[in-house]
């Protein structure tokens, strides 16, 4: 293992995050750095500031370049709104070609060298000739990302069955192996339309309280429903 001093960066909002080599330039958290990526220069907003971490002897860190500017800023902004033009675009050639994806969202690297579209589809798909479509009409790189249903969702966003924006697009970086022996445990109703989030997968936060219920579980100590407690308050006359 090997010793850096590194700055973990995300490139959107409840992204997972990437630790890049300080290079000596002093951020806090929420400065917007440009980071050198294998696709380009790049911009990400500081999670974690420096600090020391081990990885391993072969892993190969790339570096934080600086501190974005204003330019740096705008020139984030003039792509975000020229991605929904680019989405547009790739969609028209998607139905040309009869493709069966369902295309989610465009996005440029900064300094506009790649263009990548993110997709979802129940099978492999052949999209050799849209790539070259895309490359002659936006004449930069082209990289077409297929996404899982759980990915799908957190690009989309959308608000979960409790009514508040969904947890995967507003702050959880990861998700979570979720089991349906988490929803038994905790003594809940097994439909899958209350225990599943709108990606049709069962809910992220059956995690939130797994510790709980596991502690509880081992100290012997026995669950008691909320509508037993309610019952034994009111004679079940409610």
Do not use: W
């Not at 391993?56 to 975000?80: C, F, G, H, W, Y």
């Not at 790649?114 to 999209?127: E, H, M, P, Q, S």
């Not at 969702?153 to 990861?174: M, P, Q, S, V």
């Not at 049709?200 to 100290?219: P, S, W």
Request: overall charge neutral.
């Amino acid at each position: 293992m090997k010793k850096y001093r590194a700055t973990g960066v995300a490139f959107k909002k409840a992204g997972k995050v990437y630790d890049f080599l300080t290079n000596g330039v002093e951020l806090k958290v929420g400065d917007f750095a440009i980071v050198e990526t294998e696709k380009g220069e790049d911009i990400a907003v500081v999670v974690y500031p420096d600090r020391e971490i081990e990885v391993p002897d072969e892993q190969v860190m790339k570096n934080i370049l600086r501190k974005a500017t204003e330019e740096d800023l705008k020139r984030a902004s003039d792509n975000r709104k020229d991605e929904p033009e680019a989405f547009k675009e790739c969609k028209k050639l998607v139905k040309e070609h009869g493709l069966p994806m369902k295309l989610l969202r465009a996005e440029y690297t900064l300094d506009r060298k790649k263009l990548t579209f993110y997709f979802t589809a129940d099978g492999r798909i052949d999209f050799r000739q849209l790539v070259k479509d895309l490359a002659r009409v936006f004449k930069t790189r082209i990289e077409m990302r297929q996404v899982g249903i759980r990915d799908a969702t957190k690009i989309l966003g959308g608000f979960g069955i409790c009514g508040r924006d969904l947890c995967c697009a507003t702050f959880l970086r990861h998700f979570d192996n979720i089991s349906i022996k988490m929803a038994k445990d905790q003594n809940l109703l097994l439909n899958p339309s209350k225990i599943s989030g709108i990606c049709g997968r069962l809910m992220c936060c059956l995690m939130y309280e797994k510790d709980l219920y596991d502690e509880q579980v081992a100290d012997g100590t026995e669950f008691v429903e909320l509508k037993d407690i309610i019952d034994d308050n009111t004679g079940g006359n409610i």
